[in-house]
C-alpha cells in the first residue's frame, strides 16, 4: 500500500489562484488560506499584537512629545483628542485580531494533539487484537 503524504496546503492556495475571479465562488465560506484557521494562525497574532503595541508606543509618543501636550490650551488638548482616540483604533484593532489568531491557534494545536493521541490509541488497540 502506498504511503500517505502529508498535505503541505498547495492545494488550497492552487485553488483560490485559480477561482479568485469567478463570481460567486467564495460565496459559499470559502476564503483565502492565509485565513483559514491553522497552525500558523499564532504566527500572525503574535505579529498583530506586536504591530499593535508598537502603533500604540509611537502614538503616545508623538502625542507626548506634541506642543499640545507641553504648555497648549486646553481647548488645542481637546481638539487633538478625537484624533488620538482614532488613531488609537487601529492598533487596538490589531491587538484584538492578534488575541484571536492567537486563540485560533491553540485550539487547532489542541485539536490536532487529541487527534494524533487519538489515532495512537486506536493502533494500539488494533495491534493487540
Same mark, same amino acid.
Given at each position: 500500500?502506498?504511503?500517505?503524504?502529508?498535505?503541505?496546503?498547495?492545494?488550497? +492556495?492552487?485553488? =483560490?489562484q485559480? !477561482?479568485?475571479?469567478?463570481?460567486?465562488? =467564495?460565496? &459559499?465560506?470559502n476564503? !483565502?488560506? /492565509?485565513? @483559514?484557521?491553522?497552525?500558523?494562525?499564532? @504566527?500572525?497574532?503574535? $505579529?498583530?499584537?506586536?504591530?499593535?503595541?508598537? $502603533? #500604540?508606543?509611537?502614538? $503616545?509618543?508623538?502625542?507626548?512629545?506634541?506642543?499640545?501636550?507641553?504648555? &497648549?490650551?486646553?481647548?488645542? %488638548? $481637546?481638539?487633538? +483628542?478625537?484624533? +488620538?482616540?482614532?488613531?488609537? +483604533?487601529?492598533?487596538?484593532?490589531? /491587538?484584538? %485580531?492578534? /488575541?484571536?489568531?492567537? %486563540? #485560533?491557534?491553540?485550539?487547532?494545536?489542541r485539536?490536532?494533539?487529541r487527534?494524533?493521541?487519538? &489515532?495512537?490509541?486506536? @493502533?494500539?488497540?488494533?495491534?493487540?487484537?
Amino acid at each position: 500500500m502506498a504511503k500517505r503524504r502529508p498535505k503541505d496546503g498547495m492545494d488550497g +492556495l492552487v485553488e =483560490w489562484q485559480d !477561482h479568485q475571479y469567478d463570481i460567486g465562488h =467564495w460565496t &459559499g465560506g470559502n476564503t !483565502h488560506p /492565509i485565513y @483559514r484557521r491553522g497552525k500558523g494562525s499564532r @504566527r500572525y497574532g503574535y $505579529l498583530g499584537i506586536a504591530l499593535g503595541i508598537f $502603533l #500604540i508606543a509611537v502614538m $503616545l509618543l508623538v502625542f507626548v512629545g506634541s506642543p499640545l501636550s507641553q504648555g &497648549g490650551s486646553a481647548a488645542d %488638548v $481637546l481638539n487633538a +483628542l478625537p484624533t +488620538l482616540a482614532l488613531g488609537l +483604533l487601529l492598533p487596538l484593532a490589531f /491587538i484584538v %485580531v492578534g /488575541i484571536r489568531y492567537v %486563540v #485560533i491557534g491553540k485550539e487547532f494545536e489542541r485539536s490536532a494533539a487529541r487527534k494524533q493521541a487519538l &489515532g495512537t490509541k486506536r @493502533r494500539k488497540k488494533r495491534k493487540q487484537a
